[in-house]
């Protein structure tokens, strides 16, 4: 593996492994805050909050969600690239 300028990890094949697990595990997180959140909000009668809650739970799907197209589209380029 070997370090890029950017400072993300690439394994043997060229694949920016580590920066794509790190972004999805943040999407995981904001899904998760999201519940959280949602779940106070219903307990406590705050509409704001269950709204917060809402809205973190679709910026973590979303990061996960770029990070598979991403994941996805990789593969497809060393497929062509023969790798």
Do not use: C, H
Not at 31 to 51: F, H, I, R
């Amino acid at each position: 593996m070997s370090i890029a300028r950017t400072g993300t990890l690439r394994s043997e094949e060229g694949r920016l492994t580590t920066m794509s697990t790190e972004r999805k595990f943040e999407g995981k997180a904001d899904e998760v805050k999201g519940k959280v959140k949602e779940g106070v909000g219903d307990a406590t009668g705050n509409e704001q909050l269950q709204a917060e809650g809402r809205g973190d739970q679709v910026k973590g799907g979303l990061k996960q969600a770029g990070e598979k197209v991403k994941d996805a589209a990789e593969k497809v380029k060393d497929a062509v690239k023969g790798k």
